[in-house]
């Protein structure tokens, strides 16, 4: 139980598109959804926490307008890199708290690269 | 990450013990956590302590905690090579949107025969 997963797993765009990124809860209901950024070599970052329903809560120096979060459903969190740029490839991995469940416990996917040539 | 840290690499011998370390700075921290991460991969939670404990051990795992050092290890027994990974460790702290986790740098974890 308590899967986390994350489409796509690996993206190249060209500078200037769009790029949108899936983290879904496959067999449970996630009310709180983060997104983090990990740097080669470098730990995670929480860029922002999503609520379902409501919109999500940014972490201090994350552009709220760059990286655009939606929390449609209980089980789906989209982040959208928007412009993106060479500087925005990343690996980018979502976790899932469940509604349910307490509230220390979060689950991971698996990850998006995404690479912005 | 700045605040919680941990040494960025150890090596053992298939069969020996690892021990990774950790050090964190937020007091309040009600939980902590570590994960192991393999190349490519998301983050797999292997265990957590609450603060109120010194020790939890499950299979294979120690967890220590050293509340007044704020200094968190794990032990890994009879270690083998599909240990190796990297290992973060992780506080729970109240961030701009409530509860999220704080992550150390991770520590690579390689295992030679």
């Known amino acids: 139980g308590a899967v986390v997963s994350q489409h796509p797993s690996w993206v190249i765009c060209k500078s200037g598109t769009s790029v949108k990124i899936e983290c879904r809860s496959l067999?449970?209901?996630?009310?709180?959804m983060f997104w983090y950024r990990q740097f080669p070599k470098q730990s995670l970052m929480l860029m922002a926490t999503?609520?379902?329903?409501?919109?999500?809560?940014?972490e201090q120096g994350v552009e709220k307008d760059k990286f655009l979060i939606n929390h449609a459903s209980l089980t789906l969190s989209t982040l959208t890199v928007t412009s993106a740029h060479p500087e925005d490839s990343s690996f980018y991995i979502c976790?899932?708290?469940?509604?349910?469940?307490?509230?220390?416990?979060?689950?991971f996917g698996p990850g998006t690269r995404l690479t912005v040539t | 990450g700045e605040d919680v840290e941990q040494s960025l690499f150890l090596s053992v011998r298939e069969g020996d013990s690892s021990v990774i370390n950790c050090t964190y700075t937020?007091?309040?921290?009600?939980?902590l956590y570590w994960y192991k991460q393999e190349p490519g991969a998301g983050l797999q939670l292997l265990t957590y302590?609450?603060?109120?404990?010194d020790m939890k051990q499950d299979q294979r795992l120690t967890v220590l905690l050293n509340k007044k050092d704020k200094h968190l290890s794990l032990r890994i027994a009879d270690t083998q090579t599909g240990d190796s990974a990297i290992y973060f460790c992780?506080?729970?702290?109240?961030?701009?949107?409530?509860?999220?986790?704080?992550f150390g740098k991770g520590t690579s974890l390689l295992v030679t025969p």
């Open positions: 976790s899932a708290r469940e509604s349910s469940g307490r509230m220390y416990e979060q689950y």
């Open positions: 067999d449970f209901q996630a009310t709180t």
């Open positions: 999503s609520n379902e329903g409501s919109k999500a809560t940014y």
């Open positions: 937020d007091s309040s921290s009600t939980y």
């Open positions: 302590i609450f603060s109120n404990m």
């Open positions: 992780a506080e729970g702290a109240n961030s701009n949107s409530g509860y999220a986790l704080n």
